[in-house]
């Protein structure tokens, strides 16, 4: 649902600009560049290659110099994720053919079937913040009253799941190293999504031959290995706190409004300037989620030209940090809390 277009909304305690207004204000940056995307593509792939090249000299001298290496060139790996993202929106160059040939290229790297992930992607986009369409491409979340139906056995699998130990070490694992081999959660129908992920699985299947035959297998998974997990667990806390944070929008289908979930239940990631380069920008999320056709290399300039962007939930490193241990939807406040503040409410109820 899309509320009216011409009047600014209201929205707890804050005044969200007219729809009008923001497509005003987002509609320059709308555009993509073949140079400024090549640029991206050229000159972060070359600085990935070098960082993969100096992990395998440095394993000569001490497996440690390799892992102090394998962070940057995880980092770097994040901003070719980045890349694929935006192909997956139509957004990193003009022409769709060519987002589609670069995102499944990059898959490779990323060890992400370009078309199921933009697929999932998509339904995120178009749900996020929805408590009826909650399922697809985001980090399940359930109400406090969902929770307190759970039997103990339940109440154990979500507290184990939302843990952050398993949200930072485990998740990105799961993710990137299994899931995504073989998603038994995608729809057999999805026949396009399900080729993209056997002609990922073979590509990759296909660098292992001839890592095999060139380095070897050891050398090459003590490189790629830290690569993935420093990568993935980077990937992970960016996604998990652009949405979980706890001011965040969740609605019923019948109050959810793609624009206010936007602007509302995306967070601004507050960065250094080098840390929103590594990211390819995406701490912009509230911006991304109104206008996902703006391409990472404009979300700066459009977030710092447009004064009414820049009230979006802002979250600092250490306030991204604790949002951590927020696990469930409380409808009364409409807050995201704890299961520690969870326990506090209980107690506090007094018996009938």
Known sequence: MI???????EVGTRQLPARS????????????????????????????????????????????LTLLIAIPTAC???RLFIFQHDCGHGSFLPSQKMN??????????????????????????????????????????????EYMALDWRGKIAY??????????????????????????????????????IHKNNAAIAAVFVFAWATIGLKAFLLIQLPIVLFGGTLGVFLFYVQHQYEGTYWRNETDWDYYEAG?????????????????????YHHIHHVSSKIPNYRLASCYND???????????ILAAIK??????????????????????????????
């Open 3 to 9: 509320r009216n277009s011409s009047t600014p909304t």
């Open 21 to 64: 207004e923001i497509h005003n204000m987002l509609a320059p940056y709308s555009k993509a560049s073949v140079a400024g995307a090549t640029f991206q593509l050229v000159t972060t792939s070359l600085l990935y290659m070098a960082g993969w090249a100096a992990m395998y000299a440095s394993l000569s001298f001490g497996y440690w």
């Open 76 to 78: 770097f790996e994040i």
């Open 100 to 145: 589609d040939a670069i995102g499944s290229i990059l898959g490779l790297v990323t060890l992400m079937p370009y078309l199921y992930w933009r697929k999932t992607h998509a339904i995120h986009h178009a749900t996020s913040g929805n408590l009826e369409k909650r399922g697809f491409g985001d980090v399940t979340t359930i109400t406090v009253a």
């Open 159 to 196: 507290r184990v799941y939302r843990n952050p130990m398993t949200i930072l070490l485990f998740g990105p694992l799961y993710q990137f190293v299994l899931k995504h081999r073989l998603p038994l959660d995608l729809p057999r129908s999805w026949k396009r999504e399900w080729r993209s």
């Open 263 to 283: 602007l509302l239940g995306s967070s601004y990631l507050k960065l250094p300037k080098i840390g929103h380069w590594f990211t390819g920008n995406i701490g």
């Open 306 to 316: 447009n004064v009414p962007l820049q009230n979006a939930p802002s979250l600092s």
């Open 323 to 352: 949002t951590l241990v927020l696990c469930l939807w409380d409808e009364e406040t409409k807050r995201l809390v704890s299961f520690r503040e969870l326990k506090r409410k209980t107690r506090a109820v007094p018996e009938a």
